[in-house]
């Protein structure tokens, strides 16, 4: 049911907070990560002699495992490689004992996910899915599953599930790393404090939908909108393209910032919408001052700017067109607080446009086909 919510999915993007925290709840304890339902089929000896991980998924889970990405290989050394679920198993992938296959599915059903884990399975690898649905078809067929705990999800195009795949995938991530002990229990314990602040910046990001829909309603008619991120913000720029595509029909394209003067730069003219999504100014990395000189770049071009960015960061000001703002959160978090303006924007543009929002156009919730 709704519930009063104009659809389900501005009902599911509203629940992502909850998603959060449900996604968090038991596998906390004395402020580190504990999985021991994984232990059954993924135990901890298996995991310190895992040499390389293959996450696998379709459309938006595809893009959550390319955050888990930065993540495991951030907290617990291992290589991590992302493929599509459907290129996996029609070329050789080279998969030996030591490689942990990691599929993620929010239906557990999705057929092209299914085939690559049987793949895997069969030539020899560890398979843990990522799983939003009770006893899945992907759950019973991998060796564990760790399960997100989003809740049903009706709207077809994936929101609050997205935010518990991350969730889950930097779950496994602290505790592949400590298991490896690669991880201290002091960095460990604040990356579980980061997690644990998150569902109530939730809500505080949510509540800038009004200027969301502003924002939306002034671009009905726009034919192309670009999104860009840099390390943890290029799958969010991918996520929110894919969004707009899902929702509003509307030609959209992430790209990684880096990318930009090798190529989609030429894309650029007056006009063009462009979404950034600025790293803090607070980390050590020096991509805020890249990603500013970014939309320096574009902007001369007369690309019109659309930024999320932290509060407070005031670099982006003289730039971009327009600043959404997300709460200070450490840098690999930040994501999962930068996405859900952009869900917004698609679900507020295709209300616009007076589209399905629930419903696209040629989707469907869970692909049980080839
Ligand atoms: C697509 C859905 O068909 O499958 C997307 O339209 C979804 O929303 C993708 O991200 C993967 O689905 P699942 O259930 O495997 O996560």
Not at 125 to 135: E, K, M, P, W, Y
Request: charged residues 20%.
């Amino acid at each position: 049911e709704k519930g009063g919510w104009s659809s389900f999915m501005a009902k599911e993007i509203s629940e992502e907070p909850e998603a959060l925290e449900q996604t968090l709840l038991g596998r906390v304890h004395d402020g580190l990560v504990v999985l021991d339902e994984i232990s059954g089929g993924v135990d901890d000896e298996t995991l310190r002699a895992v040499d390389r991980i293959v996450v696998l998924g379709a459309g938006t889970a595809a893009y959550s495992g390319l955050l888990g990405k930065y993540a495991i290989e951030k907290w617990a050394g291992v290589a991590v490689e992302v493929d599509l679920a459907h290129e996996f198993r029609y070329r050789d992938p080279v998969l030996g004992p030591n490689t942990l296959v990691v599929s993620i599915s929010q239906s557990g059903e999705t057929m092209d996910t299914l085939m690559a884990v049987k793949y895997a399975s069969e030539r020899g690898a560890r398979t843990l899915s990522i799983c939003n649905t009770q006893g899945a078809t992907i759950a019973r067929e991998s060796d564990a599953v760790l399960y997100t705990r989003a809740g049903p999800e009706v709207a077809v195009a994936s929101t609050k599930a997205f935010t518990a795949q991350v969730v889950a995938l930097y779950l496994f991530g602290l505790h592949l790393g400590r298991v490896r002990g690669v991880l201290s229990d002091e960095d460990s314990r604040a990356h579980v404090a980061e997690l644990q602040a998150l569902p109530a910046k939730l809500q505080e990001v949510l509540l800038q939908g009004d200027a969301v829909r502003e924002m939306a309603r002034q671009m009905s008619d726009t034919r192309s909108v670009l999104f860009l991120g840099r390390h943890v913000g290029y799958p969010v720029a991918l996520e929110g393209a894919l969004k707009l595509k899902e929702l509003a029909y509307i030609h959209a394209e992430g790209f990684a910032a880096g990318e930009l003067k090798h190529g989609p730069i030429a894309l650029i003219e007056p006009g063009q919408r462009v979404f950034v999504i600025v790293p803090s100014p607070r980390d050590s990395s020096s991509l805020h001052p890249k990603v500013v000189s970014n939309i320096q770049e574009i902007r001369a071009r007369g690309a019109h700017v659309l930024a999320i960015a932290e509060a407070g960061d005031v670099a982006v000001l003289p730039f971009a067109d327009e600043v959404l703002r997300i709460p200070l959160a450490g840098p690999m978090f930040e994501p999962l607080l930068a996405v859900a303006p952009l869900q917004q924007f698609a679900m507020e543009l295709a209300a616009a446009k007076g589209l399905d929002v629930d419903q696209p156009r040629n989707l469907a919730k869970s692909v049980t086909v080839e």
